[in-house]
């Protein structure tokens, strides 16, 4: 069987005897409608915003916001067309492009044109948001005290289109929409000061900060409130299937569409699985879901609900461009989650929730990790390092001889949709699946 990694595919050989089967994202479909015809529907059927035009109308400046390269979106598809249209409203008007870093780092000028697609990235100017830049404003404090400071440019404008996926965040609830701006847009320390919502009082991960959740969720609910201190946003949002394709947009107020949007998101890319088992083999999904260490945690993170305690998860992940970030790896210098815990509660740094979410992991399942990183990093998180064969092809048997009535799922995407045990169901859960009951998707070898 082949796994995705990176941009290039793995071959792994499977157990000969067991039990595996696949878990994979929904097979959901794109209407016939064209990608041109979707995004004029939602531009004339805004949810609590005025037409693209009416708002449009007598601005010269325009900034668009995008995504940055380790979050999924046809840009070089849905620009053009969103260009066309500003134009058409406002002629003569001028344009910025602003990839939503947040605190992640800058790519390379071939990614980014890669990215944004080369007709639009050769004729307008787009810049990479530093979370470290001096050309920053405060703009006022959230209730929870967090400092929003943004990126001058947003102020200078005078109109902002957002264009962004909608996608599950596994401890902000959703991502894209309000996540662009905030943290996408804003200074690292107010990044800082809203992401250590994420830690409760104990020093463990709030447990409401999770895929799906958006109310009772402190991160969440924190940049809804910093997103009212910031210029008015019309954004237009996605849902994209497997094959990345648009399958849905929707445009309008940033808060409502996408609150609208991760409705819809989390009932078709929810699967609740009725067993854990001994042995999960998972990919992050290849470029950009595992580019580093932070963000392929985010599918390790979802394939981990699958295992069973004292398993093993056997994890994919290329990680190209290494860590991430220089704040994660220092926390492993702490022994065990329990001590990374109590310094968290009073001494957060960035990425502090994923270093204790992954230590968590690792010291209730044996996860091997299939990755370009040096073994002595990857043995420092707890994680197993294996690199992968120059001939791509691994053989899986002797691991799996280890696990004695070898039961197993295999999750090749496991970015791309939520995976949840039936004792992890939550009320916002129960309401996304089907009437029928538990849904099941899987399909034997």
């Not at 029928?436 to 998707?441: A, F």
């Amino acid at each position: 069987m082949k796994i995705a990694y990176g941009n290039r595919f793995l071959e792994f050989v499977l157990p000969q005897e067991g039990r595996l089967e696949i878990l994979s994202p929904p097979p959901i479909q794109p209407s016939p409608l064209s990608l041109r015809d979707k995004i004029e529907r939602a531009f004339e059927n805004p949810i609590d915003f005025p037409r693209l035009d009416e708002y449009l109308r007598n601005k010269s400046s325009i900034l668009l916001v995008v995504p940055d390269t380790t979050r999924p979106c046809p840009l070089p598809q849905i620009l053009p067309i969103v260009i066309e249209h500003v134009q058409h409203f406002c002629p003569g008007s001028s344009f910025g492009i602003i990839t939503a870093n947040g605190t992640h780092t800058a790519t390379s000028s071939e990614n980014l044109k890669r990215h944004i697609g080369a007709p639009v990235f050769d004729r307008w100017p787009v810049v990479q948001h530093d979370a470290n830049s001096n050309n920053m404003t405060e703009v006022g404090r959230t209730r929870r005290g967090t400092r929003v400071t943004l990126n001058s440019r947003l102020l200078d404008a005078e109109a902002i289109i957002a264009i962004s996926s909608v996608q599950h965040h596994y401890f902000a609830g959703f991502g894209g929409g309000p996540k662009l701006i905030v943290p996408g847009l804003t200074a690292a320390d107010t990044t800082f000061q809203n992401h250590r919502l994420s830690i409760a009082e104990n020093g463990h991960i709030h447990p409401n900060c999770r895929e799906g959740i958006l109310d009772g969720n402190p991160v969440a609910e924190d940049i809804s409130e910093a997103i009212s201190l910031c210029p008015r946003v019309f954004y237009l949002g996605v849902i994209l299937n497997e094959e990345w394709k648009v399958v849905k947009c929707m445009a309008g107020d940033i808060v409502a569409t996408h609150r609208a949007l991760a409705q819809v998101y989390h009932q078709t890319h929810l699967r609740i699985v009725n067993e854990r088992r001994p042995l999960v083999i998972a990919s992050a999904g290849g470029t950009p879901r595992d580019c580093n260490l932070i963000q392929a945690h985010r599918g390790l993170h979802r394939a981990f609900r699958l295992v069973e305690p004292g398993g093993m998860l056997v994890y994919f992940a290329q990680c190209g461009e290494g860590i991430g970030s220089a704040t994660f790896m220092p926390w492993f210098e702490f022994a065990t989650a329990t001590e990374m815990a109590k310094v968290l509660s009073h001494r957060y740094t960035l990425n502090g929730q994923t270093a204790l979410a992954l230590k968590e992991k690792t010291e209730k399942a044996e996860i091997i990790f299939i990755s370009d990183l040096a073994s002595g990093i990857v043995s420092k998180t707890g994680l197993k390092p294996m690199t992968p064969p120059e001939n791509d092809r691994l053989d899986l048997n002797d691991l799996a001889e280890r696990r004695p009535g070898l039961r197993g799922w295999i999750v090749p995407q496991a970015a791309e949709f939520l995976p949840l045990p039936v004792d992890e169901m939550r009320p916002e859960d129960k309401l996304a699946t089907p009437s029928s009951g538990v849904d099941i998707l899987s399909k034997s070898l």
